[in-house]
């Protein structure tokens, strides 16, 4: 089958494949063994920046599930760490960040590493995705590009670390709104930059991922947001893009980004029929398979995921998913089952 003709691809452009497209958002980490035996003694970063090593990881749920597609194995704050910006991940907890970004001059200092340095320092993330392709692509598996959305980022960087209400972040837009708008800019910037890399060695669609977008009210993101989302997007319109948030059923319709997103993803809380209705007949859906179900039995599971399918029906074209990602102890037979299942409807 010719890259072209991929399902996934055909779905992202709105034409609707035999079988709808499946792959899984966190599909390549946690929750397999194979995973979880490479990455002994290999802090997640340094994993990030290996390029056998993400390649590998890429490549293996592919190899054990038969999805539709591989998801680049990354972390958002990886670009950052390209930049020069000093950022760990603690086991347990996430991203921390040794100086947080919460003043004017904090943005003056961070938003001065031009965005251009992530192209200069990113041939590991080049690397890692030419061997990742060299693999998918004379299977007719396309690759996805990733890359975290500058509120997403903007979120850690402010709090300093993970956070349940990003509190920090928000704050800023209305007190400093100028500051606001300088680091998100600069974090569209980077997130662009990164995205580009993996297209330019051959991912073949990207996905910007806004985890905390749903602590935010619709006013307030398609203010601070949005525009800066779109930004993100747009150095890479040569490829279909898929734009995800969590909790954000209230402004689903601005997270098309005016055309920008040819997909959206949908969490677990928004039926599908429903989402089509508001997303239009311009937009492919994904989606949405709720992650807490994976621990159900299996009629049960099934009957959800036939649900699921059917539900996406109401879009122009639907690629099946989780509405999140899939949970470190998910039994990685259970995943496989749902593939074989999607692939026979």
Known sequence: MALSDAPLLRALRGDR???APIWFMRQAGRSLPEYRELRVGTKMLDACLDPETAAEITLQPVRRHGVDAGIFFSDIVVPLKIAGVEVEIEPGRGPVFAD????ADDVTRITRIPASEIAEKAEPIREAVRLTTAELH???IPLIGFAGAPFTLAAYLVEGGPSKEHMR???????DPDSWHRLAGWLSEVSAAFLAAQVDAGASAVQLFDSWAGSLARADYREFVAPHSKAALAGVASVPRIHFGVGTGPFLADMTLDGSADAVGVDWRLPLDQAAEIV???TTLQGNIDPAMLQ???PVLARHV?????AGDAARAHVVNLGHGVPPDTDP??????????HSL
């Open 169 to 175: 972040a928000r704050a800023m837009m209305h007190a």
């Open 100 to 103: 947080p970004v919460r003043t």
């Open 280 to 282: 239009g007949p311009d």
């Open 17 to 19: 494949p035999d079988t």
């Open 306 to 310: 036939r649900d699921v399918v059917a």
């Open 138 to 140: 004379p299977q007719g």
């Open 333 to 342: 037979e259970v995943l496989t089952r749902i593939v074989e299942l999607v």
């Open 296 to 298: 159900a039995p299996w």
